[in-house]
Each structure stands twice: as structure tokens, then as C-alpha cells.
């Protein structure tokens, strides 16, 4: 028999996750069925998104329930396998959870190789959060040259992809980021125009006005949202005409444990003709591979850097690697390599 280890949810957290809220024990693995194949997993996705599936409430995909593996985007090696299509030796990613070991019956499943790229950028800039940043910047941005384009967690997966995309395509581009060393890391290293450190002592409407002015805008033609919140609400009082608020996330309320207000500035929207849209990138599934094929052309010319902080360690260190997101923690795509 062979045993492995997995993460399980032990308890919905309230606010930020904390130790009672896993539980990490040793389990056997059973045998195959036909049809299925085990996976050995190499790296594990963590995403902000994981807070809100540990909530009891309804949304885009159901909870995680107590007792159930972590739901988690991975990518691993195919070590035994009664599927054809997924044979032993390939590496595949898939949803398979927080755990050294996981089987598959192929669904949602996708082979992939470390010939094209490095295996964690599966999960990162040709993975989820690259396809994320590529349809929410082109499908909801519908950026035109010359635009203005705000992006917050600007230093992150889902933000640093966006702005070098914008910025491929002629746009004038403000990230926003926690501290001078993510922003010098956005402006030198991404290419963006201007960065806004939001963890100064200055109001955030104060930052933006700031920074429209240094990069000579009048508006925020595109605002990419990331975080929700006083940063949010910031950007919508400086609405260009027409303007597109994209509503990819909202970090910042995900641990909330009251009701966050709503922005009051959304009356804005109505004044300059603007829309504030959210997506799931999930939606846009079917053309994952033309994005892939374009972000990968990007990467391999230089023209787009795929950020990534790779957390190495025992599958134990999946609890304190997922908080490092709402610590500001990463830099680009964060995933942990489990060993
Ligand atoms: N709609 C979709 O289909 C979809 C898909 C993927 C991701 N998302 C969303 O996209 C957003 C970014 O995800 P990601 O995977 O790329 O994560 P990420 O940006 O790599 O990591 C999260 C970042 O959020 C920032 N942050 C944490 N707490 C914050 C707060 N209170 N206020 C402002 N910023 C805060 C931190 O950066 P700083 O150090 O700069 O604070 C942190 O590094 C999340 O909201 C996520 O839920 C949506």
C-alpha cells in the first residue's frame, strides 16, 4: 500500500485561517479503478480565491466540505494509471487538492510539459492566473491604445500580468502595490509607467490623484481591480469618460469577519458612462489555448516576466504558504513545491 499525505479542511475558519482549521494526517492510497490515475503532485496553486470556498455559503463553486481534501490547482507526474490518455510519466494539471498524492479520472485534466516552460507556470502566467489576467484585460478592459490602466496587487500573479499586457498593447499604465520594494519591483523590472505604494500614511484618493498627474492622465480609462475596497472606491472617483472597472477580486475583504461597505463613489459610474464588470475566468475555458499560445510567445520573446515565489517544503507547509497571500507575501505567482 502506499501512503501519502493530505490537507483537509477541520474547521471553517472565521477571519484569517489558523492551525484548527487544518487537519494534515497520513492516509493509504486505494487502487485504481479503471479508467483512473494517481498523480504525484510537484506544485501546489494557492490562491486568494481558497478563503472564500472555505466559507458556507453560496457561490461559484460549491464549499470545500469539512473532512474533504483542500480544493487546489496542482501540477504533478502520472505514476500509475488504467487511462490511456494519461500515461505513466506524464506530467498533467489538473484540480487535484492539497496533497502529495491524488487520483484522477481525467476530468479537467490537461498534459502538459516542462519541454514548453517551467511546470509552475502552469499554474501561474499559462495557467489560471495568466488566463485570468488575459480575458479580464482584453474581454472586460477592452483596452484601446493610449489608455489609462490601473491595476491593483499589482506585484502579484493575476497584476503583473496584467500591466505588461497593457502595456504590450500602448496603454499608460499605474499599478498599486504594498511597499517601495514591490513597487521599484513593478516600475523597473514589469515596465509599468508609475506605482502607487498604498501603505503609506496618505489617503488613497489623495495616491491616485498623485499619480495620474506624474504620468500626465487626466482618468482611469481601465481600472483592473484585485483588492476591492478603499482602493476600489479610490479609483472610481477618478473614472475617465466611458470608463471600464474590471472586477476580477476583492482581497481585501476576503477574511473580513463584519460587512464591508459598499464604494460610495459608484454614482461615478452613472456620470462618466462607465461600466464595473466581474468575471470568472472559468468562463473563458474554451479558448484557454489561443491565450496560452499568445502568453507563451510573450514569454519565450521576453516581452512578458512570469514573477514567481516558490515556497519549497513538506506538503505541511501549505497552511502558512496560502496566508503569505493576504500578508502581501509573494511576488508573482505563489506556489509551493512540495518535496
Ligand atoms: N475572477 C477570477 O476568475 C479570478 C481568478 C484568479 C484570481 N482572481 C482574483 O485576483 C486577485 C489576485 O489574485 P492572485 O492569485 O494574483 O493573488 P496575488 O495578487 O498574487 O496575491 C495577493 C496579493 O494581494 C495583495 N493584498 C493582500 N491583502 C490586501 C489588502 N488588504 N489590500 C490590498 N492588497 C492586498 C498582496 O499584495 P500587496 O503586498 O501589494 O498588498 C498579495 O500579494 C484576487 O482577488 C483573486 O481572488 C480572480
Known amino acids: 500500500m502506499t501512503s501519502f499525505r493530505a490537507v483537509r479542511l477541520a474547521q471553517r475558519p472565521t477571519g484569517v485561517p489558523n492551525s484548527d482549521t487544518w487537519a494534515i494526517e497520513s492516509e493509504e492510497l486505494p487502487a485504481l479503478a479503471p479508467g483512473e490515475f494517481s498523480v ?23 464549499p470545500v466540505e469539512i473532512g474533504a481534501i483542500m480544493r ?10 488504467l487511462n490511456p490518455r494519461f500515461p505513466v510519466g506524464a506530467q498533467v494539471v489538473g484540480t487535484f487538492g492539497a496533497t502529495e498524492i491524488a487520483i484522477s479520472d481525467g476530468s479537467g485534466v490537461n498534459v502538459v510539459s516542462s519541454d514548453l516552460a517551467p511546470l509552475s507556470y502552469f499554474l501561474g502566467a499559462l495557467g ?45 499604465v499605474i499599478g ?13 523590472t514589469l515596465g509599468f509607467d508609475y506605482c502607487i505604494d498604498y501603505k503609506q500614511d496618505t489617503s488613497m484618493r ?22 476591492g475596497g478603499e482602493i476600489l472606491n479610490a479609483n472610481l472617483a477618478y473614472l475617465s469618460f466611458g470608463a471600464r472597472v474590471v472586477i476580477c477580486g476583492a482581497i481585501s475583504q476576503y477574511n473580513a469577519t463584519e460587512i464591508t461597505p459598499g464604494p460610495s463613489n459608484y454614482m461615478n459610474l452613472l456620470v462618466k458612462r462607465g461600466t464595473m464588470t466581474g468575471f470568472l475566468v472559468f468562463d473563458y475555458a474554451s479558448q484557454f489555448s489561443v491565450a496560452q499560445r499568445r502568453m507563451g ?41 512540495v518535496s
Open 40 to 62: 504525484r503532485v510537484e506544485y501546489i496553486s494557492l490562491d486568494p480565491a481558497m478563503r472564500g470556498w472555505l466559507d458556507d455559503r453560496p457561490s461559484y463553486l460549491p
Open 72 to 81: 487546489a490547482g496542482s501540477v504533478g507526474t502520472v505514476t500509475e494509471s
Open 206 to 227: 489623495k495616491l491616485l490623484g498623485g499619480a495620474l498627474k506624474e504620468v500626465g492622465a487626466q482618468g482611469v480609462d481601465i481600472y483592473f481591480d484585485n483588492v
Open 297 to 337: 510567445k510573450w514569454i519565450s520573446q521576453g516581452k512578458i516576466t512570469a514573477p514567481e515565489t516558490i515556497v519549497e517544503g513538506s506538503i505541511e507547509e501549505f497552511p502558512a504558504t496560502l496566508n503569505r497571500l493576504f500578508a502581501g507575501e509573494n511576488l508573482g505567482k505563489l506556489v509551493l513545491k
Open 128 to 172: 489560471m492566473t495568466g488566463m485570468t489576467a488575459y480575458f479580464g484585460f482584453f474581454e472586460l478592459g477592452k483596452p484601446r491604445a493610449g489608455d489609462v490602466v490601473v491595476v491593483s496587487a499589482a506585484a502579484g500573479a493575476v497584476g503583473s500580468v496584467v500591466g505588461q499586457i497593457a502595456k504590450l498593447n500602448g496603454c499608460t
Open 176 to 188: 498599486i502595490a504594498g511597499g517601495k520594494e514591490k513597487c521599484d519591483y513593478v516600475t523597473n
